[in-house]
């Protein structure tokens, strides 16, 4: 604490976070630190702990053991104005489906106290910040999935928070509706809105996040930039192909140019500095009958793999 | 964490947003239901009935109504309306994402109980008025009791709703909770002409009795220092069901 830092200080730090329900620990020892302005992903399959994390940085969830400070402040005596202060898209949409957008918004804006002009000139703002104008006054419930959910966001907005939290924000969205609110959530960061966000998508966070937190069993296992986690953990390029395990063994025996693989059922991915080499091999050992195999960028996906799914194995 | 006013009043300006969307619909079911049993079981029931009370029996069952209606209004408000918006709408997974509170979300659905009951009993007070069966001014003082009536039942049914695994429970809270009350209160018959006395006691622990009787009063103009008895009953009923209220809405709402 004492130390002076360069940088601005973290909006959400979580210290020996764990939460158990009943018999069950849900999340286990967590460490966390949000920096501020700073997109922030939380990353993990689903039952990782993830939401009970979010539901625990905003006080709905209390923890059982450990200390979260958020904006500097302990979440479990400060609740209300730590709430005033940030806002949250939960995973389900929470709207009221026989009132229209602009309705939806009064009413939430109302739950921080907004009152008129500052009610009305915010709703607006946000009708136009997230594309809402085309159905502003038609009943929710007739609205698209993907207007929702942008409603939905809109909502978590209205109190115009130094924290945005919000829980798999682009789940069941169609492409074009994702590229759009990513957009947005870059801008809302580019204003100094600090963002956390889980997601199971590792393209998502790829594309978004400054930072990543892997998630799993309620731990986090890694954490860092997109790039550094793929580069500490496996290397830039993949090689992708089928093939059994004992094709496996014979094409990389005496092969020193890959450090590590992981194999999904026949699915078998080779992390490389530089493919040329192996893809010569491949060929080699196929002959005339050349099998499909897909070069590309090593991303998150696959330190999420590596990390948590299937088993990666050590290179020879 | 205390409850804060503003806070209530914007849970309650929820509620009231949707409502101006459908009162329209919804006004007119609240009207005539009560408005059914003044006619078939008064003039109908009525007309082999010469007096009840002192009084036509048209005339006896009408300040018990008023209670019947409100209470109805305040029990459907706490019990299949705050189910849906707790495990369908999500509503407080929402309102707790800001600075509301528990405690807050309890106060503001409790108002809006109060006064959706009002609008139920009101209305049907405002029949009996149209039809001469509300002696003014001193029926009036029913105003007062239809929001008391509404507190209470608010208060009996959220405590019975937070506590209930699934909405299928609500069946016996009608059919074996509301309806005895309903028959067996005072509306259709004076109870302390039908009941021995040790019975009389019994009954008093009935919730909807003290209400029909502070009607009752308001009706004839007549207070009796039964009346202090009844609206102790009502805030003290009130009070403690409220704090068990409180702790059930926390453990249901976080965790």
């Given at each position: 604490?004492?130390?002076?830092s360069l940088t601005a200080p973290n909006v959400v730090v979580a210290?020996?976070?764990?939460?158990?329900?009943?018999?069950?620990?849900?999340?286990?020892?967590?460490e966390l630190q949000v920096p501020a302005q700073a997109c922030f992903g939380l990353l993990?399959?689903?039952?990782?702990?993830?939401?009970?994390t979010l539901?625990?940085i905003?006080?709905?969830?209390?923890?059982?053991?450990?200390?979260?400070r958020v904006f500097g402040?302990?979440?479990?005596?400060?609740?209300?104005?730590?709430?005033?202060r940030l806002g949250v898209?939960?995973?389900?949409?929470?709207?009221?489906?026989?009132?229209?957008?602009?309705?939806?918004?009064?009413?939430?804006?109302?739950?921080?106290?907004?009152?008129?002009?500052?009610?009305?000139?915010?709703?607006?703002?946000?009708?136009?910040?997230?594309?809402?104008?085309?159905?502003?006054?038609?009943?929710?419930?007739?609205?698209?999935?993907?207007?929702?959910?942008?409603?939905?966001?809109?909502?978590?907005l209205?109190?115009?928070p130094e924290l945005l939290i919000l829980?798999?924000p682009?789940?069941?969205?169609?492409?074009?509706?994702?590229?759009?609110?990513w957009s947005r959530i870059r801008e809302l960061r580019a204003a100094g809105t600090t963002v956390l966000i889980t997601t199971?998508?590792?393209?998502e966070a790829q594309r978004l996040c400054d930072t990543v937190a892997i998630v799993?069993?309620?731990?986090v296992?890694d954490a860092g930039a997109p790039a550094e986690l793929?580069?500490?953990?496996?290397?830039?390029?993949?090689?992708?192909?089928?093939?059994?395990?004992?094709?496996?063994?014979?094409?990389?025996?005496?092969?020193?140019?890959?450090?590590?693989?992981?194999?999904?059922?026949?699915?078998?991915?080779?992390?490389?500095?530089?493919?040329?080499?192996?893809?010569?091999?491949?060929?080699?050992?196929?002959?005339?009958?050349?099998?499909?195999?897909?070069?590309?960028?090593?991303?998150l996906?696959?330190?999420?793999?590596?990390?948590?799914?299937?088993?990666?194995?050590?290179?020879? | 964490?205390?409850?804060?006013?503003?806070?209530?009043?914007?849970?309650?300006?929820?509620?009231?947003?949707?409502?101006?969307?459908?009162?329209?619909?919804?006004?007119?079911?609240?009207?005539?239901?009560?408005?059914?049993?003044?006619?078939?079981?008064?003039?109908?029931?009525?007309?082999?009935?010469?007096?009840?009370?002192?009084?036509?029996?048209?005339?006896?069952?009408?300040?018990?109504?008023?209670?019947?209606?409100?209470?109805?209004?305040?029990?459907?408000?706490?019990?299949?309306?705050?189910?849906?918006?707790?495990?369908?709408?999500?509503?407080?997974?929402?309102?707790?994402?800001?600075?509301?509170?528990?405690?807050?979300?309890?106060?503001?659905?409790?108002?809006?109980?109060?006064?959706?009951?009002?609008?139920?009993?009101?209305?049907?007070?405002?029949?009996?008025?149209?039809?001469?069966?509300?002696?003014?001014?001193?029926?009036?003082?029913?105003?007062?009791?239809?929001?008391?009536?509404?507190?209470?039942?608010?208060?009996?049914?959220?405590?019975?709703?937070?506590?209930?695994?699934?909405?299928?429970?609500?069946?016996?809270?009608?059919?074996?909770?509301?309806?005895?009350?309903?028959?067996?209160?005072?509306?259709?018959?004076?109870?302390?002409?039908?009941?021995?006395?040790?019975?009389?006691?019994?009954?008093?622990?009935?919730?909807?009795?003290?209400?029909?009787?502070?009607?009752?009063?308001?009706?004839?103009?007549?207070?009796?220092?039964?009346?202090?008895?009844?609206?102790?009953?009502?805030?003290?009923?009130?009070?403690?069901?409220?704090?068990?209220?409180?702790?059930?809405?926390?453990?249901?709402?976080?965790?």
């Open positions: 604490m004492a130390t002076p210290k020996a976070v764990s939460k158990r329900f009943g018999e069950r620990l849900v999340v286990d020892q967590l993990g399959p689903n039952g990782a702990g993830k939401t009970t539901r625990m905003y006080g709905v969830t209390r923890a059982t053991s450990g200390t979260i402040m302990d979440i479990d005596r400060h609740l209300r104005s730590v709430r005033s898209t939960l995973q389900q949409n929470v709207l009221i489906e026989s009132l229209s957008p602009k309705e939806n918004l009064r009413v939430f804006g109302r739950y921080h106290l907004l009152r008129e002009p500052e009610l009305s000139r915010r709703a607006e703002e946000l009708i136009e910040f997230l594309d809402l104008r085309s159905h502003a006054n038609v009943p929710v419930r007739q609205l698209s999935g993907g207007f929702q959910r942008r409603l939905a966001i809109a909502l978590s209205m109190n115009r829980d798999e682009t789940t069941g969205l169609d492409p074009a509706v994702r590229l759009v609110l199971h998508y590792m393209d799993s069993s309620g731990k296992i793929i580069a500490g953990r496996l290397a830039p390029e993949t090689v992708e192909l089928d093939c059994t395990p004992e094709e496996e063994a014979a094409l990389l025996d005496g092969f020193g140019g890959t450090n590590r693989r992981l194999r999904i059922g026949r699915r078998l991915m080779l992390y490389v500095d530089d493919e040329s080499g192996l893809i010569e091999r491949i060929r080699g050992y196929d002959r005339g009958d050349r099998r499909s195999v897909i070069v590309r960028p090593t991303n996906e696959d330190v999420f793999l590596a990390l948590t799914g299937a088993s990666l194995e050590g290179g020879s | 964490m205390s409850v804060s006013a503003p806070y209530a009043i914007a849970v309650w300006r929820r509620n009231a947003a949707m409502y101006r969307r459908t009162w329209k619909w919804n006004i007119l079911p609240n009207f005539f239901e009560p408005v059914f049993y003044l006619f078939s079981i008064g003039i109908g029931v009525g007309a082999y009935v010469s007096e009840m009370g002192g009084m036509s029996y048209i005339a006896f069952l009408a300040p018990g109504l008023v209670c019947v209606a409100t209470m109805n209004g305040a029990s459907f408000e706490v019990t299949y309306n705050i189910y849906v918006r707790l495990i369908f709408e999500k509503a407080y997974d929402a309102m707790l994402t800001t600075p509301i509170e528990p405690d807050d979300v309890l106060a503001g659905e409790v108002l809006w109980a109060i006064t959706r009951a009002s609008i139920y009993g009101g209305c049907f007070f405002v029949v009996l008025a149209l039809f001469g069966l509300a002696p003014l001014p001193s029926s009036l003082w029913v105003l007062l009791v239809i929001p008391l009536t509404g507190l209470l039942f608010a208060a009996i049914g959220i405590v019975f709703s937070l506590r209930i695994p699934n909405i299928d429970l609500f069946s016996f809270y009608f059919t074996l909770f509301l309806t005895p009350l309903f028959l067996f209160s005072d509306v259709f018959f004076p109870l302390e002409e039908r009941l021995a006395a040790p019975w009389l006691w019994v009954a008093e622990a009935l919730p909807l009795l003290h209400p029909v009787r502070l009607a009752r009063a308001s009706f004839s103009g007549e207070f009796s220092p039964v009346v202090v008895g009844d609206l102790c009953y009502i805030l003290g009923a009130s009070i403690i069901l409220l704090s068990l209220a409180r702790r059930s809405v926390r453990q249901r709402l976080t965790n």
